[in-house]
């Protein structure tokens, strides 16, 4: 990894500008995908007590939250992600960036903020002397994650970044380094290692409790109507729906799995009649090998409605999520049975979670150098496509979530 003293900000050129002017003009259409339902099933704790540190503990029974601002107002943070702060035990909304005044007003009356934690993306960097701002999550298109990733590192302040972590293997070394010279704390929106659901399934594969994992599917996608359009901007997306859909697949290969692939083939899927997605790919099927032997075989689609499915066929039996990746409703299954497992507040519980790191100076279990592995995971699955050869991942970061002895 680069340090920081190799990784200066470059000065601005064209682009950042045209970046910068388009992010000051969005209104709508920010934040993460909507990837599948949004209901809940009941509702159980976000952050039972045997899960936080001491510190964690003292806070719940004081009462004390950390602050969280949102940067970017658009669908994810809207729909998903302040509501989530409302039910949060160790977090709260305290404050956000827009650069649309309209929205500032709004969320400022909804949410009761001070104006001074509104700022727009020319005054972010004074959060700075925010005292009420302990975390920044950054939700804006992929392409803008590093630059604000590292300002609000830079103001001082711990970050979530919404995923794919960037839309290069640079830009992600970058955004590490900078964690480091500011001795802040950077993790990924990784909801689903914070899902009941999905730990089963880490449980389930990596302890081997069916046998060894020998073969995975994962699928995801759906047909998108171009409500957000700048998904289907290489400048702005870094691709389709690998970037944005597939890296669930990849994610959840992996932690059922416990393995890194040591491989990958690939091809690009037809793209539909139309400009919609003359920039970008409408669909991807891959295949991840492992060490082992196994395979992973997973597709995504911005032009067809998929199943949304995570499955392991193992020695002895079987288990799967479906649907497996939306923000709730989720199922799974096993060869001996549903898992009947409730579904939870994704989003709470992930902020939840990283709140208690925080307050205990804890590692995340997604931090940033998991999101820099996924990175170098597309990419490679890009070079595999565009080559039509079989791509070694050998050398990218073994950065696992695992649940082992758990």
């Given at each position: 990894m680069q340090s920081p003293a190799d990784s200066p900000n470059p000065e601005p050129t064209e682009t950042d500008t045209a970046r910068r002017d388009f992010i000051r003009k969005l209104s709508v259409g920010l934040g993460a995908t909507?990837?599948?339902s949004t209901g809940l099933l009941q509702p159980i704790s976000l952050l039972a007590n045997s899960e936080a540190g001491p510190t964690g503990l003292a806070a719940l029974q004081q009462g004390r939250?950390?602050?969280?601002?949102?940067?970017?107002?658009?669908?994810?943070?809207?729909?998903?992600?302040?509501?989530?702060?409302?039910?949060?035990?160790?977090?709260?909304l305290a404050g956000i960036v827009t650069g649309t005044p309209a929205k500032a007003k709004q969320w400022q009356r909804q949410y009761n903020l001070p104006a001074t934690s509104v700022y727009d993306y020319k005054t972010m960097d004074r959060m700075a002397d925010n005292p009420a701002i302990d975390i920044v999550y950054i939700v804006l298109p992929n392409?803008?994650?590093?630059?604000?990733?590292i300002r609000a590192l830079e103001a001082?302040?711990?970050?979530i970044c919404e995923k794919p972590m960037a839309t290069s293997?640079?830009?992600?070394?970058r955004m590490l380094a900078a964690a480091q010279k500011a001795g802040k704390q950077l993790s990924i929106g990784y909801r689903l290692h914070f899902e009941p659901h999905h730990h089963e399934m880490?449980?389930?594969?990596?302890?081997q409790v069916f046998g060894q994992v020998k073969q995975l599917v994962a699928d995801n996608g759906f047909r998108f109507g171009n409500d957000t359009p700048w998904r289907v901007n290489k400048e702005l997306s870094g691709g389709g729906p690998l970037q944005d859909l597939g890296i669930y697949c990849v994610q959840g290969v992996v932690y059922t799995k416990g393995q890194v692939p040591v491989s990958v083939t690939a091809k690009y899927g037809p793209k539909p009649a139309g400009n919609?997605?003359?920039?970008?790919?409408?669909a991807m099927s891959w295949q991840m090998q492992f060490a082992d032997g196994s395979v992973a075989d997973c597709r995504t689609s911005y032009a067809e409605n998929l199943s949304s499915r995570l499955r392991a066929e193992a020695a002895r039996g079987w288990m799967e999520l479906q649907p497996a990746f939306g923000y709730g409703g989720l199922r799974g299954s096993t060869s001996q049975g549903p898992m009947n497992i409730q579904n939870v507040n994704q989003q709470a519980r992930q902020m939840d979670d990283f709140a208690d790191c925080v307050l205990n100076n804890k590692p995340?279990?997604?931090?940033?150098?998991?999101?820099?592995?996924?990175v170098q995971l597309i990419e490679a699955i890009y070079r595999a496509a565009n080559t039509g050869q079989k791509v070694s991942t050998t050398d990218v970061k073994a950065v696992l979530d695992k649940t082992l002895g758990k």
């Open positions: 909507l990837v599948g939250k950390l602050g969280v601002a949102l940067v970017g107002l658009g669908k994810y943070s809207t729909g998903q992600l302040a509501p989530a702060l409302q039910q949060t035990q160790l977090c709260r392409a803008l994650h590093a630059e604000y990733t001082g302040k711990h970050v293997v640079a830009d992600c070394r880490m449980r389930l594969g990596q302890q919609l997605f003359k920039e970008v790919e409408a995340t279990r997604v931090p940033g150098e998991m999101g820099l592995r996924d």
